[in-house]
Nanobody, 124 residues
Framework: VQLQASGGGLVQAGGSLRLSCAASGRTFVGYTTGWFRQAPGKEREFVAFIKWFTEVTYYADSVKGRFTISRDNGKNTAYLQMNSLKPEDTAVYSC??????????????????WGQGTLVTVSS
């Protein structure tokens, strides 16, 4: 089972990037997909999640209104569209998947599978 995150890069403040998280080796029907990020010198933090059946989404306050999480079930791929990027969004972004219990979707230890991370750098 592999999760491959991609789409990171260098962008100016106010710009946009779209991250992808492609799953291979199995399907994740019923699983929740989450995005987390870790800035230099800081702990990893929750960014967003999307539930499989209902496609209910939830965002950290710091990205609400700027980021959008989505999923293409046919491609077994999740996305994180990031708009109006700020220098404080600079971090390594990782995707994760798991049969996450209700109430635990912002908790990284609730996810079973993780991608390797992709670096997003936002310049001022």
């Amino acid at each position: 089972v592999q999760l491959q995150a991609s789409g990171g890069g260098l962008v100016q403040a106010g710009g946009s990037l779209r991250l992808s998280c492609a799953a291979s080796g199995r399907t994740f029907v019923g699983y929740t997909t989450g995005w987390f990020r870790q800035a230099p010198g800081k702990e990893r933090e929750f960014v967003a999640f999307i539930k499989w059946f209902t496609e209910v989404t939830y965002y950290a306050d710091s990205v609400k209104g700027r980021f959008t999480i989505s999923r293409d079930n046919g491609k077994n791929t999740a996305y994180l569209q990031m708009n109006s990027l700020k220098p404080e969004d600079t971090a390594v972004y990782s995707c994760a998947v798991g049969p996450v219990p209700v109430g635990s979707m912002r908790i990284e230890t609730a996810y079973n599978y993780w991608g390797q991370g992709t670096l997003v750098t936002v310049s001022s």
